[in-house]
């Protein structure tokens, strides 16, 4: 059986990082999408591009070069996508990446990939990436699509409340073991369920029994 790389699974900030993409294709498009959304700075190189690609071009999201890649392209770059259609244009962006050590998503190509992207449910500050390591896409976007119907839009409200209360917590001057221990107890309480049912009440009684705020937080 085939086996493949053993990926290491990171979460890159690459905020006001230069992220070059090389084509402007349906698949280009997506992999800028995910891109800015993380708030890297994008370029685009490509001769064709989709009429997304060329709206964000116009209104300054993303900065494009409309002609073919040419070796050096990647100067300046953190990270690249090689994403055209042509099998020579992607082998040439790999190995300039290789060359200067820059992390290569190639996307028809798993074996040259120096990185692959998942399939990612988000939830505010909570994200749940998903990869088949390249084995099947298809199968990484159904668990998706399972994931997104079993952690819903109240885990972003969750995490919001949870990040808010670790800050108090940690302000405390307690004994680290009583603060795990409290950590622990929210963490073990159905809090995203009472959130989707509106069981306020219960929030604020766990909240209350450890001394915690939440008044400004639900607007009842
Ligand atoms: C997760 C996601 C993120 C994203 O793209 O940003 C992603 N592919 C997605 C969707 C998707 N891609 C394809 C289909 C059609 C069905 C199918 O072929 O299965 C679907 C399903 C759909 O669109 O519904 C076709 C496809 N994909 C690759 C090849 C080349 C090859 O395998 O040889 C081919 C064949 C091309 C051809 O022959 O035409 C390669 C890769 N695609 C990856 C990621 C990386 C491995 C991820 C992993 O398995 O862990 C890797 C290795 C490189 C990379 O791109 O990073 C995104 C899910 C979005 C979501 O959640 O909905
Ligand atoms: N990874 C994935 O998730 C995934 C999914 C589907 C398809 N694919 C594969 O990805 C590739 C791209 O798919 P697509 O649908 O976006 O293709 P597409 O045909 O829509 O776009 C190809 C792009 O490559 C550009 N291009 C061609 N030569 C170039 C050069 N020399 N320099 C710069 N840009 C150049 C074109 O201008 C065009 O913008 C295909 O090989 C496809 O099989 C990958």
């Known amino acids: 059986m085939e086996k493949g790389a053993s990926y290491y699974s990171v979460f890159l900030n690459l905020e006001g990082r230069l992220c070059v993409v090389v084509g402007g294709g349906e698949v280009a498009e997506r992999k800028v999408e995910v891109l800015l959304s993380s708030g890297a700075k994008v370029r685009v190189i490509a001769p064709q591009i989709t009429w997304q690609i060329e709206k964000w071009a116009d209104e300054g999201r993303i900065e494009l070069f409309k002609r073919p890649y040419r070796w050096g392209d990647l100067s300046e770059a953190w990270l690249c996508v090689a994403a055209t259609d042509d099998p020579e244009v992607q082998k040439e962006v790999f190995s300039e990446a290789e060359e200067r050590r820059i992390f290569c998503n190639v996307v028809d190509k798993p074996e040259l990939c120096s990185f692959i992207v998942p399939s990612v449910v988000r939830r505010g500050r909570l994200q749940l990436a998903i990869s088949t390591s390249g084995a099947s896409p298809a199968a990484a976007r159904r668990i998706r699509e399972r994931l997104e119907d079993e952690f819903g839009p109240e885990w972003e409200v969750y995490l919001e409340l949870m990040a808010r209360w670790r800050k108090e917590i940690l302000s405390r001057d307690l004994p680290e073991e009583k603060r795990r221990e ?36 639900f607007k009842e």
Do not use: Q, S
Not at 203 to 214: N, P, Q, S, T, Y
């Open 182 to 217: 409290i950590f622990t107890r929210l963490a073990m309480a159905p809090i995203p369920e009472w959130i989707r049912n509106g069981d306020w009440h219960y929030i604020r009684a766990i909240a209350e029994r450890e001394g915690l705020f939440v008044e400004d937080f």
